[in-house]
């Protein structure tokens, strides 16, 4: 036997209408001039009464309980004005059972408690779900760049020793430029900022409305310290820049770039000079000495 048939079925009172759907500003005179014509004994408009300050206020429910001398009284309600246009509203008649025990009241106040907390527990379990799904790909993000073993297709991380004050960016816009960056982490000063550019013949570029050749979609950032390095790749891991999402992780030495016969000093005097645009708005420092 089902839950539902075990339950016992209420009576209904057959001299009595329930309606729904009731104009909020409805009064019960208004609601037993409706069914004027049909002997009407009694209209109930249920309200709530709330208080404000001194002053007390009366809220309709937006539903009534009509009672009529005999069955057939209710019938012809029913049958005459049931789905009809009451004031604003299309009203809805049934007839009405009689009012919940205590018991019934009980049990319905437990129902409604276990439903709310079932609800509560699914939206705290999908927050979580969320939460970690999240989490796992910031980690599967911040995991340092791999490539692929030429001899059998494996990935595997570059060969070298991680760095203790240079980034690396990978999925970046092709026009951004060292300006750009410099722009984004100006409050972590940045020390150099070296951004490869594509290799692009002469005649192509002189066709091209944009006179600047396009970037390679990475780019090395190096700071004063090593705990700026990082705070760089907890900021700005997953920031989106010109519309794409910016993957930042820390370099590796044997990936920073380092022309061929300068000194560490060169290397960065040149950085500097592809960042004087950005430095003459303060953004970046010049290193000294």
Known sequence: MSTEESKPVKPIIEDRIYVSNVDFKATEDELKELFEGLKVTEVQIPFKE?????????????????????KDEADKAIEEYNGKKFQRRNIFIKKAVPPPTEEEKKVRIEEYRAKREEKKQAEKAAKAEKEAATSSAKEKSVKPATTKSESNGEEKVPE??????????????????????????????????????????????????????????????????????????????????????????????????????????DLEADATEGTTEAESNGAAEEESG
């Open 50 to 70: 709330t208080k404000r300050g001194e002053k007390t206020f009366k809220r309709h429910l937006g539903f009534a309980f009509v009672q009529f001398e005999t």
């Open 160 to 265: 070298g020793k991680a760095s203790t004050d240079t980034i690396f960016i990978t999925n970046l816009d092709y026009k951004v430029n060292v300006k750009t960056l410099n722009a984004l982490f100006k409050d972590l000063k940045p020390k150099w900022i070296h951004v490869p550019t594509r290799k692009v013949p002469l005649r192509i570029l002189k066709r091209s409305q944009n006179s600047k050749p396009f970037n390679k979609g990475i780019a090395f950032i190096k700071f004063a310290n090593e705990e700026t390095q990082k705070k760089a790749v907890a900021e700005f891991n997953g920031k989106e820049v010109n519309g794409r999402e910016i993957i930042v992780d820390i370099a590796i030495d044997a990936r920073i770039p380092k022309d061929s016969g300068k000194s560490e000093d």
